[in-house]
């Protein structure tokens, strides 16, 4: 009955410690764990002050050692809503040879919704198919999303300072610019599927020198 009793205790103590670990960790995903661990040089648990250091993140396959195919993908992005001074942040895959190598494999964006000093984001070729953004981005400038699978553009509406947007080979049918997007100086949205282009009336006079090039073809 003793021995019986040592070992239950045993096993709660192993799962206690185990769920512990388990709560402490921030960042969920082990591969973007041991990338912010290195950007960081940190020695110990990560925590949210660690992050709050986190300035840039380059996480693409492009950045990777060896062979693409062999890149472990990003499962989750949890933990990266505490990167709350970060200001670049590239996550984007690979095309090889006319193949794709994807860099993540998540349909969870929410820790990185309005993060606020994100100002150079890069999703691109990694089959994102929706982005529910619903926080504003105050200083995001620069958004590439090409080869990706987005068909709806609403997330716009979360980002004024935007001056440069790239679309290319998406399932886009509609383009609607909101009309805060005043600073919008590059656009292009080829290889889409576009039925109908919507302008703020100051993109609409294109090309000037002083406006936005924009690329439908």
């Known amino acids: 009955m003793k021995k019986l009793i040592i070992i239950i205790l045993s096993v709660n103590i192993i799962l206690g ?6 709560q402490s960790t921030i960042i ?17 648990e990560l925590n949210k002050e660690h992050l709050q250091k986190l300035l840039e993140l380059d996480a693409s396959i492009g950045n990777s050692a060896g062979r693409p195919e062999r890149r ?17 942040l590239n996550l984007s895959g690979l ?8 860099s993540l494999e998540t349909k969870d964006f929410s820790p990185l ?3 606020p ?33 987005l068909s709806d553009l609403t997330f716009l509406h979360f980002m004024p300072a935007l ?16 009309d805060h997007l005043t600073k919008l100086r590059f656009l292009s949205a080829a290889s889409n599927q576009l039925m109908t282009i919507s302008l703020p009336h ?16």
């Open 17 to 22: 410690s185990f769920m512990a670990v388990a």
């Open 28 to 44: 969920s995903d082990p591969f973007l764990y041991s990338l912010i661990d290195r950007m960081i040089r940190n020695s110990g």
């Open 72 to 88: 472990q993908v990003i499962q989750s992005l949890e933990g990266l809503q505490y990167a709350l001074n970060i200001t670049s």
């Open 95 to 102: 095309i090889l040879n006319q193949n794709e190598f994807i």
């Open 113 to 115: 919704d309005g993060l």
């Open 117 to 149: 000093e994100l100002g150079f984001l890069d999703l691109s070729v990694n089959r994102v198919a929706h982005l529910p953004f619903k926080r504003e981005f105050p200083k995001l400038k620069h958004l590439l999303l090409n080869h990706n699978q």
């Open 163 to 178: 001056v440069y947007l790239n679309l290319d080979n998406n399932m886009v049918s509609n383009i609607t610019i909101p």
């Open 202 to 217: 100051r993109l609409v006079r294109w090309p000037r020198k002083t406006g936005p090039d924009v690329k439908l073809n």
